[in-house]
């Protein structure tokens, strides 16, 4: 349930409905808009009486929301989302890309990546300090220690920081180190991480699980942002199929009705998506022109030696040709690449 209050109500009459929402047993999410202020309903809704609400002074509109994830869905809160780092913002009209290795190895690989993001305008590394591998002999990611080269690699030269975050009990240290927390594919449904990172100030990138429908990505979305947490990018990253051609299928047909059911932005990894570095700039561009949001793409020095994902990594020279060619299509697309922080 939405409460739309009309244009020139006062603070106090918000306060009034918020008031009643409570004592109803009902948890009350204001949604300041720019010409007027919602507050959306969650909990037993089914249960309320409309004549509770819409007597109030202020109070324009009762709109049912009839999605099962609320305050993901566009019926709450029909203007797209926009999530901001310092560096940067995912929303309307803008294409940020991450980029970095998928594994944090060592210091000097970690700077020299950042320092040539940077050169490049991009404004948030990424790189795995914990990592989800399939295999425990695989190399497990240098945990706290890749943390603390994550966090000299943003001292060094400014810029933003994504890692991913596998345990609750690692949600502080990961989100002091992070400029944007990620929960991987593989705990999409790990509903007390989910919880975990919503109490957390940073904005959480949440990849779509390896068989996960657009209703479940999005209902994991809500666990976040019933905890409090606003700040949600969504991400394709491709799903299990029969197909062999490629490590997934990347589902680039899933934006189109992510945009249209959800507000929050929504980006794509082709490089998990295809597995496959000569295939990750065509993705991206497919992913640009379909209306993602961003990229978040792997970029290692050395692809052909790095200690996670080397096939599917692109060199520097590989990514600059990418940036070229993304470079060239944003502008007729109206989008802009890697735009500075809105404000
Ligand atoms: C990653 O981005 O480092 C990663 C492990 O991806 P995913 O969770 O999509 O497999
Ligand atoms: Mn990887």
Do not use: W
Not at 31 to 58: K, S
Not at 112 to 137: C, D, M, Q
Request: aromatic fraction near 4%; include cysteine; proline fraction near 8%.
């Amino acid at each position: 349930m939405l409460v739309v209050m009309q244009r020139l109500a006062s603070d106090d009459q918000v306060q009034q409905v918020i008031r009643k929402i409570q004592e109803l047993g009902l948890t009350p999410h204001p949604l300041p808009g720019p010409t007027r202020t919602a507050i959306g309903i969650t909990g037993n809704t089914g249960a309320i009486d409309p004549a509770n609400l819409d007597g109030l002074p202020g109070v324009m509109e009762l709109i049912r929301v009839t999605k099962p994830y609320k305050l993901a869905s566009r019926e709450m809160h029909p203007d797209d989302s926009i999530v901001r780092t310092a560096q940067t913002s995912f929303g309307p009209g803008a294409f940020p890309i991450i980029a970095g290795p998928c594994s944090v190895e060592n210091e000097e690989m970690l700077l020299r990546t950042a320092e040539f993001l940077v050169s490049r305008g991009i404004p948030l590394l990424r790189g795995g300090a914990f990592k989800p591998r399939t295999s425990p002999y695989s190399f497990q990611g240098l945990e706290h220690e890749g943390l603390r080269i994550l966090r000299k690699a943003r001292e060094a030269t400014g810029i933003g920081i994504v890692t991913e975050v596998m345990d609750a009990s690692q949600v502080d240290d990961v989100a002091e180190a992070a400029d944007i927390v990620q929960i991987g594919a593989r705990n999409m449904q790990n509903f007390s991480l989910l919880k975990r990172v919503s109490l957390c100030r940073k904005p959480v990138l949440l990849k779509r699980g390896l068989s996960a429908t657009l209703e479940e990505l999005l209902m994991s979305a809500e666990y976040v942002l019933a905890g409090g947490n606003r700040q949600v990018i969504l991400c394709e990253r491709g799903v299990r199929t029969f197909a062999d051609h490629s490590r997934n299928t990347l589902d680039l047909s899933v934006i189109p009705p992510a945009k249209e059911l959800s507000h929050l932005p929504i980006i794509v990894d082709p490089s998990h998506g295809t597995g496959r570095r000569g295939f990750v700039p065509p993705m991206a561009r497919a992913a640009l022109a379909a209306g993602a949001d961003g990229l978040i793409v792997e970029v290692h020095p050395d692809p052909d030696r790095a200690m996670s994902d080397g096939a599917q990594t692109l060199n520097f020279q590989q990514f600059d040709q990418l940036l070229d060619s993304l470079r060239q299509l944003a502008a007729p697309l109206g989008r802009q690449l890697n735009p500075r922080p809105a404000t």
